[in-house]
Nanobody, 124 residues
Framework: QVQPVESGGGLVQAGGSLRLSCAASGRTFGSNAMGWFRRAPGKEREFVSALSWNGRNTIYADSVKGRFTISRDNAKSTVYLQMRDLKPEDTAVYYC?????????????????WGQGTQVTVSS
């Protein structure tokens, strides 16, 4: 079983940056695709970004493309989400998810384990 734990959320002004981290325990981390999702107040959970087991294939939601960067360090069993030029509409709880498979996906049911989430608040 893999248990992802997010960190790095907080309060930031519009235009600022944050880096989220997700540490995922488990021996298979290096062979799993990983994803980031978010849930804004009053909205459903939505896809943000994902990457393949080796980090070479990445996917981004159109709303974050060019501002967010996903990466991973398999030696540390950690995936990162670097967020730049943050906007108030990025305010949400951000969730890390593990997929038992090598390829990234935008589809929530494709993911097998989820973290508890970390709050990101962007003030205007």
């Amino acid at each position: 079983q893999v248990q992802p734990v997010e960190s790095g959320g907080g309060l930031v002004q519009a235009g600022g940056s944050l880096r989220l981290s997700c540490a995922a325990s488990g021996r298979t981390f290096g062979s799993n695709a990983m994803g980031w999702f978010r849930r804004a107040p009053g909205k459903e959970r939505e896809f943000v970004s994902a990457l393949s087991w080796n980090g070479r294939n990445t996917i981004y939601a159109d709303s974050v493309k060019g501002r967010f960067t996903i990466s991973r360090d398999n030696a540390k069993s950690t995936v990162y989400l670097q967020m730049r030029d943050l906007k108030p509409e990025d305010t949400a709880v951000y969730y890390c998810a593990v997929r038992y498979g090598p390829s990234p996906s935008t589809y929530i049911p494709d993911y097998d384990y989820w973290g508890q989430g970390t709050q990101v608040t962007v003030s205007s």
